[in-house]
């Protein structure tokens, strides 16, 4: 591959094919954006189709099978399928700019990531088209997952396996990456926050990935091959299938939150045009949130029946996580402090988040409590606190996210006015679908219910409730038209957009190149380019090397080929147990595909491609203009 | 744009007094009007928790809001510098030290009422001649209705759990096939009904149910198992002692009570041909049955917990149950059935009374 032809027009196979086979954390990240935004899309249609069923009493909007069916992948699909790949684009995107580097430790193992993550979504998906979509809830506890008829939990265990797998993959990489692919100069200590928070959330996804692993095999055998693991009349226990989805879910809410907290403690110095406040507190204090985070499973059980010691020791454990998140709240109101608040779209984001994220965290405490959990649990009161976590932490940091860094993706700007008219009316209606869940709960109403009668006081709420879910539906419809608003606006061309860009990122001009720094920088302290720009470097950033050849890895085909073999092989383990003669061929067939382009890719020496610096010239200057990146 | 925040203010806090003032919600059904004792000790904590989060939300709101109104760009002008500040050691440690204590305060009645709602040593207490002193329930929830087994008095009923008030009753807590969770919200927390081991609990009923809207408490499944999983209510029915032994008593005297196939009644003989097999109507007996008894049918709020109780509901329900309950396990059990001998069904079922 020419480093030239790069930036040159293509056809629309060839970018067609150069994604499919891209290795580059720059595309990957583009892929993940929009499987993840398409994820988010259809996640969100199945919460409207909700809540327009719940919207009266008694209401036939959906039938009783379907409803479950919604709830189950609604909860999936936005944690695993549409929340992590977003994070994941952001963190593809950014980390490694902001740390100095030309890509991801294992490019490889990145595109790997993203396709097993891919395939493993879309089979999920297709449930939908085959017979029946798991109906269990996200959390397909055992003994209802065992009992359900059909395939739908069977696609729930694969596709979740699959893409599983993708993501402890990218994991691992974002470990690697942030430990060792740091420019010179970049200590632990000058790494921007999202950096941290993407390395601590890549720590928990290592350890959290591999006991839900261990419990959709164990699903997985007992649905598929007739074992007993959590079969009860045959000594199997449910309980341990709670145990081990909740090790692995509990974490699995850190492992989004503290991303969306790394990308607004990003956004709100920039915007406040001030250094990020007690920057050593907000890295000790994500540490301790992701350390505490895996003492805290059995705070979803509280009702199980485990004893009042458990419940006691995990109540205190919980309510210790508030000290550190409270700590970080506190930090970012004494960045904005005396800072200079200029209020754009990402900073709109920003503050609305830290009221949102307070409610939602001041209801976790109550729950918290243990004795008072025994009334809120699987109550709405559950549904409200956990959305204003998520929505009101984790979406609101996606959206002001997709503003922030669109320039750096796409040298391209999202535009304010409708960002901020998308804005007040998903939050306003964030808020009031959720607000008052939270009274619905406290007034007796269960979690997934399909319905509920009319007698019970609960008309009104939630009628309210719908409507704000259905402002919500509009704003995301304004967002994405955003989106396709800026694929035809004029590009940028500039660095620094937001113009008080603080880390590494911002010194770039894009677009990026594919090699992103044609040196390494030298990074001589926290906030490099802020340093460099208030010393009056030009250039954002001194360079550790002479200009020199780069070495750049080769696009390639196989790990998509992987993925494939993986899903391929997902249908004949879906269709074993009923006993058709074609599922154990199709199983070996497709594991024979992966197993294949395993060892192609093991024998194969692939060595990578150097681009020489008169490349890198004549590629800066056709980006950039005479002179290149000055 | 400040002007507009204050609006916003002022609209969200009303918008929060009308909530509060108006949704206390419905008594029977509500944990906000709490009528035992358990019910009432959570309501405290509640408020308890809910006063010091209130405290936390102030303090950060007002330090939210007045820095946001005090250092936007637009008051500063396009060109000032702020000062770069690093952190300051005291603050951190304020807002470290405060929280903690906070939560200290907070885990004091937290563990308290961890151990109190625990204790069910009652359960084994005998009196002088050997009788449990204590009231013990054992409920079985199945898919989608409840049983409720009263071992020491040797009856079982379904769908209506009957208890005296004034005293703690409790709880041996077991699903049949799928996991459920029991939860009466105006009464007291949830527990779950797991499928492999027995879950204890208590609750206290401190009000009799008959002043309500129904005459009963509303009680629900709080844990999803199935398309019917919102349907899965019961009701609870309250009683004084005395009138609850004589309700006991009304339920011992069934002893034997079954209906006759030969009967000239074409409801007894239809109902002993097609739904004895599984729904018993004397209330002497176990828990373990594959349909709900029905000693006390005539007595209860709801056809299939959730239908009106009227004839009309039970036509229905017996014509085809799968529309008002998905999913259940009682759809196509039992045959054809005319409509002549539904509606005789219908009518002899109303008969089955242990009340007067």
């Not at chain 1, 952001?90 to 294992?106: E, H, K, T, Y």
């Not at chain 1, 005396?338 to 409610?359: D, E």
Request: aromatic share 14%.
């Amino acid at each position: 591959m020419s480093s030239v032809a790069v930036a040159k027009k293509k056809g629309f196979g060839a970018t067609v094919w150069d994604y499919l086979t891209t290795v580059d954390h720059k595309k990957l990240a583009v892929l993940y954006l929009v499987a993840g935004t398409l994820f988010f899309a259809i996640a969100g249609f199945e919460a409207l189709l909700m809540r327009i069923q719940l919207m009266i009493p008694n209401n036939n909007f959906v039938s009783a099978g379907f409803f479950n069916e919604l709830l189950t992948m609604h909860g999936t699909t936005m944690l695993f399928l549409a929340a992590t790949p977003l994070l994941f684009a952001f963190m593809n995107a950014i980390v490694p700019l902001q740390i100095g580097a030309r890509d991801v430790a294992f490019p490889f193992l990145n595109s790997l990531g993203f396709w097993l993550f891919f395939l493993g979504a879309l089979f999920l998906h297709l449930s939908f088209f085959m017979g029946g979509a798991p109906d269990a809830g996200w959390t397909s506890y055992a003994s209802l997952s065992l009992y359900s008829p059909g395939h739908g939990i069977d696609f729930y265990v694969l596709g979740l396996q699959i893409s599983g797998a993708g993501t402890l993959i990218s994991g691992i990489n974002f470990i690697v990456t942030i430990i060792t692919m740091r420019a010179p100069g970049m200590t632990f200590m000058r790494m921007p926050l999202f950096t941290w928070t993407s390395l601590i959330s890549s720590t928990l996804i290592l350890f959290a990935f591999p006991p839900l692993t261990v419990g959709l095999f164990l699903m997985l055998v007992d649905r598929m091959f007739g074992a007993n693991f959590f079969n009860h009349t045959m000594g199997g226990n449910t309980i341990i299938w709670e145990h081990l989805f909740w090790i692995f879910g509990h974490p699995e809410v850190y492992i989004l939150v503290l991303p969306a907290f790394g990308l607004f403690s990003e956004i709100i110095p920039v915007f406040a045009r001030k250094r990020l406040f007690g920057y050593s507190s907000m890295v000790f204090a994500t540490i301790l949130i992701g350390f505490l985070g895996f003492m805290v499973w059995a705070h979803h059980m509280f009702t199980t029946g485990l004893g009042p010691t458990a419940n006691a020791i995990f109540a205190v454990a919980t309510m210790a996580i508030a000290v550190p998140t409270g700590m970080k709240v506190f930090n970012w109101i004494l960045t904005i402090w005396g800072g200079s608040i200029k209020v754009t779209v990402p900073m709109l984001y920003a503050l609305g988040f830290i009221p949102s994220f307070v409610a939602g965290g001041v209801t976790g405490v109550m729950q918290a409590t243990a004795p008072l959990d025994y009334q809120l649990h699987d109550s709405y009161f559950i549904v409200a606190h956990f959305h204003y976590v998520i929505v009101g932490g984790i979406v609101t940091a996606i959206f002001g996210s997709f503003h922030f860094y669109w320039p750096i993706m796409f040298n391209r700007a999202l535009s304010e006015k409708l960002g901020k008219w998308t804005f007040w009316i998903f939050f306003i209606g964030f808020h009031l679908t959720f607000f008052i869940q939270h009274f619905l709960g406290l007034m007796g109403m269960p979690r997934r219910v399909f319905t509920y009668q009319a007698d019970q006081g609960w008309d009104l709420f939630n009628f309210i409730s719908s409507i704000g879910a259905l402002m919500m539906g509009v704003g995301v419809i304004l967002l994405v038209t955003n989106i396709f608003m800026s694929i035809k606006s004029k590009p940028l061309n500039c660095r620094d957009y937001w113009g008080d860009g603080r880390s590494l990122e911002w010194a770039l001009k894009t677009p990026v190149p594919f090699y992103n720094f044609k040196q390494t920088p030298l990074v001589r302290g926290f906030d490099p380019y802020w340093l460099e720009k208030h010393e009056g470097n030009k250039e954002g950033m001194t360079y550790a090397e002479p200009l020199g050849d780069i070495h750049m890895p080769n696009n390639s085909i196989i790990p998509l080929v992987i993925s494939i073999g993986m899903f391929v092989a997902a249908f004949g383990a879906l269709y074993h147990p009923d006993g058709v003669s074609w599922s154990i061929p199709v199983i070996v067939i497709g594991l024979g595909i992966t197993v294949a382009a395993m060892i192609t890719r093991s024998l194969k020496d692939d060595l990578g491609f150097h681009v020489h610096v008169d490349e890198i010239l004549a590629t800066e200057e056709e980006l950039y203009g005479k002179g290149g990146n000055k | 744009m400040m002007k507009g925040l204050k609006k916003w203010r002022l609209f969200s806090l009303l918008a929060v007094m009308t909530v509060f003032l108006s949704a206390c919600g419905e008594e029977y059904i509500t944990t906000l009007k709490p009528a035992g004792a358990v019910g009432k000790e959570q309501f405290n904590l509640l408020l308890f928790s809910i006063s010091i989060m209130a405290l936390v939300v102030v303090v950060v709101s007002v330090l939210y809001l007045y820095a946001f109104a005090k250092f936007r760009r637009s008051k500063q002008g396009e060109d000032h510098m702020p000062k770069q500040v690093e952190g300051s050691h005291t603050l951190e440690v304020i807002w470290t030290v405060i929280p903690i204590i906070l939560l200290l305060i907070l885990t004091v009645p937290t563990l308290i009422t961890t151990y109190k709602f625990a204790d069910v040593k009652a359960m084994e207490e005998v009196d002088e001649e050997g009788n449990k002193t204590a009231l013990t329930v054992n409920v079985t929830a199945k898919l989608y209705w409840w049983e409720f087994e009263y071992p020491e008095q040797g009856i079982v009923t379904a769908q209506e759990l009957v208890v005296p008030t004034g005293e703690k009753v409790y709880f041996n807590l077991k699903a049949a096939d799928v996991k459920h969770s029991f939860w009466i919200p105006s009464v007291g927390g949830k527990m779950d009904t797991n499928v492999e081991n027995v879950n204890k609990f208590y609750l206290q009923f401190d009000e009799e149910s008959a002043d309500l809207k129904d005459g009963v408490f509303y009680g629900k499944c709080a844990e999803l198992c199935g398309p019917s999983h919102a349907l899965m209510d019961f009701k609870v029915k309250t009683l004084s002692r005395e009138d609850f032994d004589n309700w006991v008593a009304a339920m011992q005297a069934t002893e034997g009570q079954t209906a006759n196939a030969d009967s000239a009644d074409l409801g007894e003989a239809t109902f002993a041909n097609s739904c004895l097999g599984c729904h018993a109507i004397s209330g002497v007996g176990a828990s373990g049955a594959m349909g709900p008894n029905l000693a006390t049918f005539a007595d209860r709020n709801r056809v299939a917990g959730v239908l009106e109780h009227s004839k009309e509901s039970i036509e229905k329900w017996v014509t085809d149950p799968e529309p008002y309950k998905p999913g259940n396990l009682m759809t196509g059990k039992y045959g054809e059935l005319s409509e002549e001998e539904i509606s005789a069904v219908a009518d002899y079922i109303m008969t089955l009374s242990v009340e007067d």
